[in-house]
């Protein structure tokens, strides 16, 4: 019981402590699985220990729609055991689509939670997370969401 106790413990305070936010990003998203495929440039920057933004330029596609998207998120961070955080946050995009000989102007809200490791004695961050974007202004509308594996170099 006692061990149950302090494991609970253990991480309850993983959950509460403040984050160490690293004060910049630079890489790279890689996602798929729902609407679209494709990568992202992604840039991070610490706000606090505990938020940062996100800012992502976004390349993706599927047989009939290409898409390009400027993505931009603020995240809360919170640190788990050993080097990993996770994050949860409100973002925003803007999208360019290619359809069928056709093309849009798109606006979408939408959100994004997902966990990170940061390495330790190089500047690296490795991520996986969700980002549900529903497009509410233009000509395709709905939601949009996929999976996505981040790695960036941190400083």
């Not at 061990?3 to 993983?14: D, E, K, M």
């Not at 630079?26 to 495929?37: C, E, I, P, T």
């Not at 610490?46 to 290409?66: C, I, M, P, Q, Y």
């Not at 993505?71 to 955080?85: A, D, E, K, M, Q």
């Amino acid at each position: 019981m006692k061990r149950l106790l302090l494991f609970i413990a253990i991480i309850s305070f993983g959950f509460i402590a403040s984050a160490q936010v690293t004060p910049y990003a630079l890489g790279g998203r890689f996602y798929g699985g729902g609407d679209f495929n494709g990568a992202e440039i992604s840039f991070q920057k610490g706000v606090s220990d505990r938020h940062r933004t996100e800012l992502d330029a976004s390349f993706g596609f599927r047989s009939d729609n290409t898409r390009i998207a400027l993505v931009g998120i603020y995240h809360w961070v919170w640190n788990l055991p050993g080097r990993f955080s996770w994050y949860l946050g409100p973002g925003a995009s803007i999208s360019y689509d290619s359809y069928n000989d056709n093309s849009y102007v798109n606006i979408g809200i939408g959100g994004q939670i997902g966990i990170e490791y940061n390495f330790n004695g190089i500047p690296l961050m490795v991520s996986l997370d969700g980002r549900p974007i529903w497009d509410f202004l233009g000509d395709v509308n709905g939601l949009g969401w996929g999976a996505a594996l981040g790695i960036r170099y941190t400083w």
